[in-house]
């Protein structure tokens, strides 16, 4: 699977941002789609993920009602909205993909990546 990540970009405190990542090379039935993000000198760390097939989610606590997973079948496409953006969002934003029939939060549990996309969130 070869995942390319886009939509980072510097937004003001409280404003919002819609990520995205093109899947391509497989089919996404049984994978799960996740979001990570790395600050410096931080490790990488949990923030959304999504049952391809059932469409079932999973958020960190951090981001819960401030950002949504989503996925469109028809362009192999998975989304994070992320409204009311802080500072500490503030991070490089990866894509990842794994076979799965479960929800997983670690990064060390994922088999593919995109590249990252940087999200700065100025106060």
């Known amino acids: 699977v070869q995942l390319q990540a886009s939509g980072g970009g510097l937004v003001q405190a409280g404003g919002s941002l819609r990520l995205s990542c093109a899947a391509s090379g497989r089919t996404l039935m049984s994978y799960v789609m996740g979001w990570f993000r790395q600050a410096p000198g931080m490790e990488r760390e949990f923030v959304a993920a999504?049952?391809?097939?059932?469409?079932?989610?999973s958020y960190a606590d951090s981001v819960k009602g401030r950002f949504t997973i989503s996925r469109d079948n028809a362009k192999n496409t998975v989304y994070l909205q992320m409204n009311s953006l802080k500072p500490d969002d503030t991070a490089v934003y990866y894509c990842a993909a794994v076979v799965s029939f479960r929800l997983l939060t670690s990064h060390r549990e994922y088999d593919y990546w995109g590249q990252g996309t940087l999200v700065t969130v100025s106060s």
């Open positions: 999504i049952q391809w097939g059932g469409g079932s989610t």
